[in-house]
């Protein structure tokens, strides 16, 4: 049994936490309920830990967002309670069953931000070129 000071530095000997001086209690939660079974008995050094985290009762439970897959706007709940597999909000369904043609976006691998089309500095035959838009873009 330990407080959150000897949690945290447990996690710190593992590499974790190294810039926080006071973690916040939840970040605390979340990296011992991931990084958990890493730990190890100070006298056996077993990494069979028991670790027991008190929730408490107001602890909410995680609500799952389903995301557009044309806008990328979380769908909202009464949608998916009348349609349960909708991959698509109100707006972009009705869009789309008028007619009206969507340009799919296309998103960057390594980041997610979109992808834009911009003309190359160089010449040849790769004029245009495809550009991360993320904050700092990354190399394609």
């Known amino acids: 049994m330990c407080g959150a000071a000897e949690i945290v530095r447990r996690l710190r ?3 974790l936490f190294r ?6 209690e939840e970040i605390i939660r979340e990296v011992l309920g991931d990084q958990g079974s890493r730990l190890t008995c100070d006298n056996c050094q077993s990494a069979n830990l028991n670790i027991v985290l008190d929730g408490g009762d107001d602890a909410e439970p995680w609500e799952q967002v389903v995301v ?6 979380p769908i909202p709940p009464e949608r998916l309670e009348f349609k349960p597999g909708a991959t698509r909000c109100v707006r972009c369904q009705d869009a789309t069953d008028r007619g009206q043609s969507f340009v799919e976006p296309e998103y960057c691998p390594k980041c997610g931000s ?3 089309l911009r003309v190359s500095r160089g010449g040849g035959m790769t004029r245009y070129k495809l550009w991360c838009t993320g904050n700092p873009p990354c190399r394609l």
């Open 19 to 24: 810039r926080a001086a006071e973690p916040p």
């Open 13 to 15: 000997r593992l590499g």
């Open 114 to 116: 979109l992808l834009e």
């Open 68 to 73: 557009c897959e044309i806008c990328r706007e």
